[in-house]
């Protein structure tokens, strides 16, 4: 959808922002560019909407080589979103919003309509804040209403640079989520510029790691934790890469365990029996759909005896996660109940559970994985593969 062909970019003055770029972000992609200060990340996001020209190489949307199209044609397509935000101070965030559609000609009510509509999209009230001015608004959401903003003419590309950049942590974490949350619905193809690499892993399906105006890698985020491509990367991702990894690795169905297992409308007797021949000290216990609904101990049920089922024995689960949830969320899990497994659903579908023993295996099987390189990308350009 974005093609970048061997572009560089020298300044007037003489410095080379960047240098033989070569990548390709696909149809509904999320790539995030990542690297210190000065390394090029605005310059190659501002040359997609033509605020900056190349001095070398092209840059193709959709195809189509963006030196021939319109600027003014071309940045309707594409949506921009910066961390000043440069929202008009005296227009209404209702007004604000809606600045795109009513530039392209829309009639004013509609225009305006589907500026509420983006503004709920974002999470803000449109009947609480639409009337409000930005100098009314948080910080966090001055940024939602950019969102939303560069959303409303419904643009297929959307670039943003360093958007949450000056919002307090927890206020950008909440933004991440949010913004991850939209994305998931709205599946816009994204170049999303920032220089933290915690957000970087975080947001981007790809991420590309900038040196000095050149990409020294770009893959998924958990090929780069786990094999970063030259020394340069593995410090810019820190010594901790292992644990943010844990963050950008999901829980598959091979990753689960299948243990003893209970019905809840199962007599306690039965249950006990068949838990002492497997040797279980516990069961997961189940509803008669194959949902998760807690857990059952060996002794619970044998103490009960011939009386009753598993059901006035069973304990609620505390934690679960679901199927494809970061292995963090699993030891986050385990760590705040003190348990040695968490359970993991598919929907409500009991699925396995997951143990330290496994989550550790996930962990060591996604590295072997990009050592192989499984999970490699597509994008065979030289530049890119040499970097
Ligand atoms: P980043 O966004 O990664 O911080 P930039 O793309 O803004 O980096 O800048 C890359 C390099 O180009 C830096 O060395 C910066 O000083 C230089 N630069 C940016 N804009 C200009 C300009 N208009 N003229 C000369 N040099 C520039
Ligand atoms: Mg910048």
């Known amino acids: 959808m974005i093609r970048f062909e061997q572009v560089g970019k020298v300044y007037p003055d003489g410095t080379t922002a960047v240098d033989d770029l070569s990548f390709e972000v696909a149809e509904g992609e999320l790539v995030t560019l990542v690297g210190p200060s000065g390394c090029g990340k605005t310059t190659t996001m501002m040359m997609v909407n033509r605020l900056i020209e190349p001095t070398s190489g092209r840059i193709l949307v959709d195809g189509e080589d963006i030196a021939g199209v319109d600027p003014v044609k071309l940045r309707r397509r594409i949506g921009y979103v910066i961390q000043q935000v440069g929202l008009f101070p005296h227009r209404t965030v209702l007004d604000n919003t809606a600045t795109v559609p009513a530039l392209i000609g829309w009639r004013k009510a509609r225009a305006r309509e589907r500026a509420a509509e983006l503004l709920d999209l974002v999470g803000l009230d449109p009947s609480v804040y639409g009337s409000r001015y930005p100098a009314q608004l948080s910080g966090g959401q001055r940024q939602r209403v950019g969102v939303a903003r560069a959303l409303a003419a419904d643009p297929p590309v959307l670039l943003m640079d360093e958007p949450f950049g000056a919002v307090d942590p927890v206020v950008r974490e909440r933004l991440q989520n949010e913004f991850l949350k939209l994305q998931s619905q709205v599946r816009k193809t994204i170049l999303f510029v920032t220089h933290d690499i915690e957000e970087a892993v975080r947001l981007g399906d790809r991420i590309a790691v900038y040196g000095q105006g050149r990409i020294e890698q770009f893959d998924t985020p958990a090929a780069v934790l786990g094999a970063p491509a030259t020394p340069y990367v593995a410090r810019f991702v820190g010594a901790d890469r292992g644990l943010k990894r844990l963050s950008v690795t999901t829980i598959e169905e091979d990753d689960l365990e299948q243990p003893p297992v209970a019905r809840l409308d199962e007599p306690a007797g039965a249950a006990a029996a068949r838990m002492r021949a497997e040797g279980a000290r516990w069961a997961v216990v189940l509803d008669p759909d194959g949902d998760l609904h807690g857990w059952v101990s060996a002794d619970a049920l044998t103490i009960a005896g011939e009386q009753g089922t598993v059901a006035d024995l069973a304990r609620r689960m505390d934690a679960w996660v679901p199927l494809g949830a970061p292995l ?57 593969s040499d970097a």
Do not use: C, N
């Open 328 to 384: 963090k969320k699993a030891f986050s899990e385990m760590l705040q109940y003190d348990a040695g497994w968490v359970a993991v659903v598919d929907g409500a579908h009991f699925a396995g559970v997951l143990t330290p023993a496994k989550l550790h295996e996930a962990l060591r099987r996604s590295v072997d994985a990009d050592e192989r390189g499984i999970a490699r990308d597509e994008v065979d350009f030289d530049s890119v």
